[in-house]
């Protein structure tokens, strides 16, 4: 296939067709996405899908990922010189790791402690923070009964108690080296904080080496740019 060939370039057309298409929001997982392409300096164009008019629910969207989340994209030039497309956040990460030959270890053991961090973020952190925001910051916030919201305070403060533990005396969370795992990992901690306001329930503040490192990636310029995309 060729990038034409999408539905989706109908509704977000290519000002640039040689490069990535990127498909997404600023939410935690969509500027994983964007976060590594700047990180791997592999040229993209970022189209915005916005939930406010429901995007993400139209045919063309839905032509790309029927899961209708966000972020997806197509490589104009994949291995075989056909387009390829490619949506869940994870599997982004992983594909422009092994496109750019960056941020994963090509083997060994590093690879696949890079891989189980990545999957426990898409398997745990992510979606226990993301019932803390629903419960505590969104429709969920009306409900009566807190027992739900607690539940997700709950695994979420043991999970940010895993990660505090296994970064004591590293600085990244693989061999202090960077990687895709720290790209998934630390934007949700910032969401978390930030956005859901939810660092009190949950005793942010014990966290301290959690603090450190997210403090050091915000630092990272790739990482700024990334998160303002798409604009």
């Known amino acids: 296939m060729q990038l034409n060939d999408f539905p989706i370039t109908g509704k977000w057309p290519a000002k640039h067709p040689e490069r990535i298409q990127l498909y997404s929001l600023g939410t935690p997982n969509g500027v994983k996405a964007s976060i590594a392409l700047e990180e791997m300096g592999l040229p993209y164009e970022a189209h915005k899908v916005d939930f406010a008019t429901q995007d993400q629910l139209t045919p063309e969207f839905l032509s790309l990922n029927p899961n209708n989340k966000i972020p997806a994209m197509i490589d104009p030039v ?39 961090w990545l999957m426990w973020q898409m398997g745990g952190l992510g979606p226990m923070m993301g019932q803390v925001g629903f419960f505590h910051k969104y429709a969920g916030s009306a409900y009566e009964d807190k027992r739900p919201l607690q539940r997700y305070v709950d695994e979420s403060r043991r999970l940010l108690s895993v990660l505090d533990r296994h970064l004591q005396g590293r600085e990244w969370m693989v061999e202090d080296t960077y990687s895709i795992a720290d790209i998934a990992i630390f934007p949700w901690v910032r969401n978390f904080i930030d956005w859901y306001a939810a660092g009190d329930l949950v005793g942010y503040a014990d966290f301290k080496h959690v603090q450190r490192v997210l403090d050091v990636f915000l630092a990272r ?5 990334g998160l303002a995309v798409p604009a």
Do not use: C, F, M, T
């Not at 994949?78 to 994963?104: N, T």
């Not at 310029?221 to 740019?225: H, L, T």
């Open 78 to 116: 994949g291995a075989d010189g056909q387009a390829v497309a490619v949506w869940e956040s994870g599997a982004i990460l992983i594909y422009l790791a092994e496109k750019s030959g960056k941020l994963l270890p090509s083997s060994g053991a590093a690879r696949y402690q890079v891989l189980q």
């Open 221 to 225: 310029e790739a990482v700024q740019k």
